[in-house]
């Protein structure tokens, strides 16, 4: 499942934005660690990170590992692995490349 959230600046191409921790991307969901994974290279490719994210508020996988993609109309989160605590997230996030 894709999730969509736009970056909070005024230009047109969002492909060259960087994501912070901290940040609040995708259903509200708060980055609390990322590794960047690729570079945009135009016309080939996108950005993109492995990130953890919290979401407050749920009993049920508060934590997300998401690869977060910047395209054109803002950041983009895909394959998610879904976790009940913070160990079990940063074990995925580890799988996946995250440091």
Do not use: H, M, Q
């Given at each position: 499942m894709k999730h969509l959230t736009?970056?909070?600046?005024?230009t047109d191409?969002?492909?060259?934005?960087?994501?912070?921790?901290g940040e609040i991307v995708s259903?509200?969901?708060t980055v609390?660690?990322?590794?960047?994974?690729n570079d945009r290279v135009i016309?080939?490719?996108?950005?993109?990170?492995?990130?953890?994210?919290?979401k407050s508020g749920t009993d049920y996988h508060?934590?997300?590992v998401w690869t977060l993609i910047a395209r054109p109309e803002g950041f983009v989160t895909e394959h998610g692995d879904y976790a009940f605590t913070l160990a079990e997230a940063m074990s995925?996030?580890?799988k996946r490349g995250g440091k």
């Open positions: 736009l970056v909070t600046d005024n191409d969002k492909t060259f934005a960087e994501p912070k921790i259903l509200g969901a609390l660690a990322l590794t960047k994974r016309g080939d490719s996108y950005a993109s990170w492995v990130t953890v994210c919290y508060p934590f997300v995925l996030y580890e």
